[in-house]
């Protein structure tokens, strides 16, 4: 069983206004020059208050039930659904990611809406999301590089809580890594503390492949990300 853990810097991540637009529904031409101050204040912010972390954990130990559209990872059952299951079905391995913006982001978009400054809360919110992603890509970049010399190929990565998979098994995942260097912590509906964090799976073997565009998979039809790729595609 293999690990890794990461520290970000902010820098790393190479967020621009720009994309930070496009996630808030700009389009070209719109007028933007407010929006877009605020947008880079924020972000200039985020250098100094995120606390970018992330880890994976690769289990060797795994099984697939075709019958269930069940994943099996160290005698710990997963329901995973019909879709999740489809991707990583052919995988090997399994590791299990956890990745976090840190604290602070989230205090700043809740304390914006309850001083009623609804915009700015919203990008604080966006703008987490972006940074957790964004470094997630990074974790998820550099463990294909590591397992490519091996022959093997990674999945993309898959959460609970999307594609039917619910999100109440994120504590069974959590259960899997009981030295939990991103700090995250679950509430008993499995919601994550930080909010802007986010966990789940991501398969590895030499059958499997990565898919550039997944969210015709997903059954999520008001997610803001699936707006924006399917603007991008």
Same mark, same amino acid.
């Given at each position: 069983m293999d690990n890794k853990t990461y520290q970000f810097d902010f820098k790393d991540l190479k967020l621009t206004s720009s994309q930070v637009e496009t996630v808030l529904g700009y389009k070209d031409g719109d007028d933007r020059a407010f929006v877009t101050g605020l947008i880079e204040e924020i972000l200039t912010e985020s250098q100094e208050i995120s606390n970018i972390k992330a880890q994976f954990t690769v289990f060797n130990d795994v099984q697939f039930?075709?019958?269930t559209k069940s994943l099996e990872i160290n005698k710990t059952k997963f329901q995973i659904k019909k879709i999740v299951f489809g991707q990583i079905k052919k995988s090997d391995s399994v590791a299990i990611f956890l990745c976090?913006?840190?604290e602070e982001i989230g205090t700043?978009?809740?304390k914006a809406m309850?001083? &009623?400054?609804f915009l700015k809360g919203y990008i604080?919110?966006?703008?987490g999301s972006e940074i957790v992603e964004a470094a997630a890509d990074i974790m998820q970049a550099d463990?294909?590089?590591?397992?490519?010399?091996?022959?093997?190929k990674i999945t993309n990565r898959y959460s609970p809580g999307y594609c039917g998979w619910d999100v109440a098994e994120q504590h069974k995942l959590f259960h899997l890594i009981p030295e939990n260097y991103c700090g995250i912590k679950l509430t008993p509906s499995a919601l994550m503390d930080p909010v802007k964090s986010i966990s789940g799976i991501i398969g590895i073997g030499t059958?499997? &492949?990565h898919n550039p565009y997944t969210c015709g998979l997903c059954d999520m039809k008001d997610c803001n990300f699936r707006k924006v790729r399917k603007k991008t595609t």
């Open positions: 039930d075709i019958d976090t913006a840190g700043r978009s809740r309850q001083e &009623r400054d604080y919110d966006v703008v463990l294909e590089k590591t397992i490519l010399d091996s022959g093997k059958k499997v &492949r």
